[in-house]
């Protein structure tokens, strides 16, 4: 059996669980719930990571991968699929790691995208595309460009966060619609501001406002898709985020219905999951994922505009018409749409 572990040392030395913990990175630890929260989650990612990296086969990871928590797994299987994609961009064995992942964990096809997108912050320039060659929906491949969005301003936060650096020439997962990428991307760095900000709404909102108005709603997005597949605030203190997000509230929205059917395709909503979703969108996890699997367009193109772009705009605008909450924003929504 071929030993992987050494060779994706050379790429990215294997990841020690103290890269996960928020005093490590810098970031705020405003209680010990949401400091466990945020460092559960990388921590499971690295466990994910290393799983992948020493399995055989994707099937054998993602049995090893079946026996961790439900709170837990969906973050390990992302760390699983940033180790698949490396294998797939290495010339040794075959490049069908992350296809026979995907196959493998149907159920988890969101996070293993956004793992992916990992891979490209570590691998050289010329090895991005064949990472991403297992990726063929028209429409999640965009998000790829949220992990690698989340992981530049998970680890060059100054850069990122702090002096809101926009990449000039950023990984491309397809060649269709190549201008679209600082949206993804952007979204990736609205989840990240949620673990910047120790999962304390007031500080993430002032991390936001710090960046150019153009960009806010992408980050709004990932804001709400991290506080809700996460974890780490209260149901009172998320609705006192929605309320604030005032305009972008559907933004924040799209992000929540995101988390919600990421978590209930896998079978792994949590009870946090329940409340973040309730507070966010004033919808159930069960009404909100049906909303994303509903809304999801095919092909690469609707109308002439980004696929992936298309289904966020429809997530607001029935999030927009099924919610009971106070809507502020839901006039721009349907002028967007």
């Given at each position: 059996?071929?030993?992987?572990?050494?060779h994706?040392?050379?790429?990215?030395?294997?990841?020690?669980?103290n890269?996960?913990?928020?005093?490590?990175r810098?970031?705020p630890?405003?209680?010990?719930?949401?400091?466990?929260?945020?460092?559960?989650?990388?921590?499971?990612?690295?466990?994910?990571?290393?799983?992948?990296?020493?399995?055989?086969?994707?099937?054998?990871?993602t049995g090893?991968?079946?026996k961790?928590?439900?709170?837990?797994?969906?973050?390990?299987?992302?760390?699983?699929a940033?180790?698949?994609?490396?294998?797939?961009?290495?010339?040794?064995?075959?490049?069908?790691?992350?296809?026979?992942?995907l196959?493998?964990?149907?159920?988890?096809?969101?996070?293993?995208?956004?793992?992916v997108?990992w891979?490209?912050?570590?691998?050289?320039?010329?090895?991005?595309?064949?990472?991403?060659?297992g990726?063929?929906?028209?429409?999640l491949?965009w998000?790829?460009?949220?992990?690698?969005?989340?992981?530049?301003?998970?680890?060059?936060?100054?850069?990122?966060?702090?002096?809101?650096?926009?990449?000039?020439?950023?990984?491309?997962?397809?060649?269709h619609?190549?201008?679209?990428?600082?949206?993804?991307?952007?979204?990736?760095?609205?989840?990240a501001?949620?673990?910047?900000?120790?999962?304390?709404?007031?500080?993430?909102?002032?991390?936001?406002?710090?960046?150019?108005?153009?960009?806010?709603?992408?980050?709004?997005?990932g804001?709400?898709?991290?506080?809700?597949?996460?974890?780490?605030a209260?149901?009172?203190e998320?609705e006192?985020?929605?309320?604030?997000?005032g305009?972008?509230?559907?933004?924040?929205?799209q992000?929540?219905?995101?988390a919600?059917?990421?978590?209930?395709?896998?079978?792994?909503?949590q009870?946090?999951?329940?409340?973040?979703?309730?507070a966010?969108?004033?919808?159930?996890v069960?009404?909100?994922?049906?909303?994303?699997?509903?809304?999801r367009?095919?092909?690469?193109?609707?109308?002439?505009?980004?696929?992936?772009?298309?289904?966020r705009?429809?997530i607001?605008?029935?999030?927009?018409?099924?919610?009971?909450?106070?809507l502020?924003?839901?006039?721009?929504?349907?002028?967007?749409s």
């Open positions: 059996m071929v030993s992987w572990t050494g994706i040392r050379r790429i990215w030395l294997t990841p020690s669980a890269q996960a913990l928020l005093r490590k810098g970031f630890e405003r209680d010990p719930h949401a400091k466990a929260c945020l460092e559960m989650a990388g921590g499971s990612f690295i466990e994910g990571f290393g799983v992948a990296a020493q399995s055989s086969t994707a099937i054998e990871a090893t991968l079946a961790i928590d439900g709170a837990r797994r969906g973050f390990a299987v992302e760390g699983a940033m180790a698949m994609a490396i294998r797939d961009a290495l010339p040794l064995g075959h490049r069908h790691h992350v296809a026979d992942l196959e493998a964990a149907d159920e988890h096809i969101y996070m293993i995208h956004v793992g997108g891979s490209f912050a570590r691998l050289p320039r010329p090895l991005r595309r064949a990472a991403a060659r990726l063929t929906d028209p429409t491949t998000l790829a460009l949220d992990g690698y969005g989340f992981h530049q301003a998970f680890f060059h936060t100054d850069k990122y966060v702090r002096r809101q650096y926009i990449d000039p020439d950023p990984p491309l997962p397809t060649h619609h190549p201008g679209y990428a600082p949206h993804a991307i952007d979204q990736g760095i609205g989840r501001l949620w673990f910047v900000a120790g999962a304390d709404p007031h500080r993430a909102l002032r991390l936001i406002e710090a960046f150019a108005p153009q960009r806010h709603e992408d980050l709004f997005a804001i709400g898709l991290a506080a809700t597949y996460a974890g780490g209260s149901a009172d998320l006192e985020l929605a309320e604030r997000a305009r972008h509230r559907p933004a924040l929205a992000g929540s219905v995101f919600a059917e990421a978590r209930t395709r896998a079978h792994i909503a009870p946090h999951t329940e409340a973040a979703v309730r966010i969108t004033g919808l159930g069960t009404e909100a994922a049906a909303i994303a699997t509903r809304s367009p095919a092909g690469h193109t609707v109308d002439g505009q980004v696929s992936f772009e298309v289904w705009r429809r607001m605008l029935r999030w927009a018409t099924d919610s009971t909450s106070p502020p924003g839901t006039d721009r929504v349907k002028e967007g």
